[in-house]
């Protein structure tokens, strides 16, 4: 709405129209999209049911707890040996429940590594040992060798120092005057 004119003019009749007939489209898609999601609520809770019934009624289940199925005829086994007694157990170590772990043999030199000399310390640039009072990261040392170096400014680049301002400009201007 304009303030100048002061007349105001309804918008055309095509446009309530269309605004209306799309209104009442949108009505009922949303009523079609809310019944959808009604039926498929429905069939969910239907289906965990169905589920909840199949696992009281199946194998292990509330009703059924020591059923299993009936095996398929098999010839007959041969009975098996009789159990060793009691005393006849081995008293070695148990066999582990989730894997069987082999010891690993230690590990022998190669000639090779036998025939070389021993390497050389260096005991100059051996670092001090930390002072135990201090917190880990209070004890960090940065390496020399791995230092940040300073870029050179190009004039595509200036750095931030070579700017010769006048007064000091913070972030959002000049500083405020000190408190007196």
Known sequence: MSSKGGNYTPPPKYLNDFSKALASEVRILLAEVGKLRDERRALQYEIAELMSVKSKHGAGGEYTPDWSPK???????????????????????????????????????????????????????????????????????????????????????????????????????????PLK
């Open 71 to 177: 095996p398929h005829e098999e010839p007959p086994r041969e009975p098996s040996p009789p159990p060793p007694p009691p005393g006849a157990i081995d008293a070695g170590p148990a066999r582990p429940g989730w894997r069987t772990v082999h010891k690993r043999e230690e590990r022998r030199q190669k000639a090779k590594a036998k025939a070389l000399p021993p390497p050389e310390t260096v005991h100059a640039s051996a670092p001090e040992p930390p002072a135990p009072n201090l917190p880990a990261w209070a004890q960090w040392k940065p390496n020399p060798l791995l230092s940040p170096t300073p870029h050179a400014a190009t004039a595509a680049a200036p750095m931030p120092s070579d700017h010769a301002s006048p007064a000091r400009l913070g972030l959002f201007g000049p500083p405020s005057p």
